[in-house]
């Protein structure tokens, strides 16, 4: 041990003992000490300054494990109340229309977990086997199904099914899947396992829960290309914000009323 002046900032300390075997201290030498004295001075900055960028991923961060959560809770307390009739509804009309009123289809999750996704029926039994069918008969469907991976006069849907599909009622039972946590009320637009080929870059998607709306279901709607998706999923996921999905909430009436859905 030594007698040495150690300074912090301008104002030294006289004769404080410094252990000088010890390497690890963030300190430096400096003979520049009254009467020859030996002077230490540091390198730590009295606090760490967080930059902008920083603070925000760290609201993002916040918000995407604490906020979006109540958002969903906050945005299902006030909407069942008045969704829930109408799903019954449209399910009864389904019913008497003839068939299962609910469809269950497996969809890629957060994380790349599969989970079934539940929708009102708008399509004729057996739809899936009947689309290879018609894609395999049909080059024009085919080209149409291969860029968009969605058909404009898909000959599967009925009739009520396309009433259901334009004001996109069809969509409402995934509040189920809302509840149990599998989506969110804003996210990307759940993916089927098959599609994960064609998406590109999967990490944004698998970053968040899929939602019931969201920047591609508002933008694009059913007009853009598969690819698309890719795209604004990731600037969804990269612009995250409370501020930013309510903004698309309010987008989302807009649509709905337009009724362009198919």
Known sequence: MKNVDFKIGPTPIIGSKVDLRRDDAPLRLSPSGENGSTVFESDRPSKTPISDRQKIVLRRRIYRYIGKPVLDLLFLLAALPVTLPIILLCALALWIEGGQPFYRQARLGKDGRIFWIVKLRSMVRDADQLLGHYLENDPVLAE?????????HDPRVTRLGAVLR??????LPQLWNVLKGEMSIVGPRPMLPEQLVLYGDPEPYFALRPGLT??????ARNEG?????????ATYYADLSC???MAL?????????RRTGY
């Open 166 to 171: 334009a004001s996109s009622l069809d969509e």
């Open 225 to 233: 290309e598969f690819a698309d998706r890719a795209r604004l999923d």
């Open 144 to 152: 149409e199904w291969r860029t968009t991976q969605k058909l404009r």
């Open 249 to 257: 909430l309010l987008r989302t009436v807009g649509v709905v009323l």
């Open 214 to 219: 969201g920047l591609w279901q508002v933008s």
């Open 243 to 245: 501020r930013g999905d």
